[in-house]
T-cell receptor, first 114, second 114 residues
């Protein structure tokens, strides 16, 4: 089955700096890659996603890049703010038809220091 | 639109007991997935229901079961509880949009097994 590796497990940055989180996946049939943010006491919230037919997607301070050949994808957060502090999860799925199963990475605890 | 609602938010049970967790998906969503979240294993897929039928299943023992009702609400049941079943159980309802199976998570039910 699919296996998703996520690095780093913890990341501490100063406010205003950029943060990058990287994931690799094993199943070349995976074609949908969402990123979730989980704050304390809450469920994961989708922040951005990308399909395999796209190499990069941006939404304000957040961007995701995908390299299908190398089977890795990354989350980039620019101009970080204290409210960006949370656990971030990457995930992969085959995404089409009836397959809704998400395989998650182990998560990255991001701390943004004021 | 109301989000995904999970009840109860917290549960304390003892070994050997059974437990039922409930999930009400976003109105109009027909797919409901369940995940187990623990510090050691991260987020792991349990199963997914669509139109009252289990469509996908993860690698959990038969003590974990679920069902979905005609109004898309779902329940999951864990029988003969073990200490290792202590976890946050998350429900996600899904909507397919343009080839993306977007999953929206509830806040979860925190189960403690003593």
């Amino acid at each position: 089955g699919e296996n998703v590796e996520q690095h780093p497990s913890t990341l501490s940055v100063q406010e205003g700096d950029s943060a990058v989180i990287k994931c690799t996946y094993s199943d070349s049939a995976s074609n949908y890659f969402p990123w979730y943010k989980q704050e304390l006491g809450k469920g994961p919230q989708l922040i951005i996603d990308i399909r395999s037919n796209v190499g990069e997607k941006k939404d304000q301070r957040i961007a995701v890049t995908l390299n299908k050949t190398a089977k890795h994808f990354s989350l980039h957060i620019t101009e970080t703010q204290p409210e960006d502090s949370a656990v971030y999860f990457c995930a992969a799925s085959k995404g089409g038809g009836s397959n809704y199963k998400l395989t998650f990475g182990k998560g990255t605890l991001l701390t943004v220091n004021p | 639109k109301a989000g995904v609602t999970q009840t109860p938010r917290y549960l304390i049970k003892t070994r050997g007991q059974q437990v039922t967790l409930s999930c009400s998906p976003i109105s109009g969503h027909r797919s409901v997935s369940w995940y187990q979240q623990t510090p050691g294993q991260g987020l792991q897929f349990l199963f997914e229901y669509f139109s009252e039928t289990q469509r996908n299943k993860g690698n959990f023992p038969g003590r974990f079961s679920g069902r979905q009702f005609s109004n898309s609400r779902s329940e999951m049941n864990v029988s003969t509880l073990e200490l290792g079943d202590s976890a946050l159980y998350l429900c996600a309802s899904s909507l397919a949009e343009g080839g993306r199976n977007i999953q929206y998570f509830g806040a979860g039910t925190r189960l403690s097994v003593l």
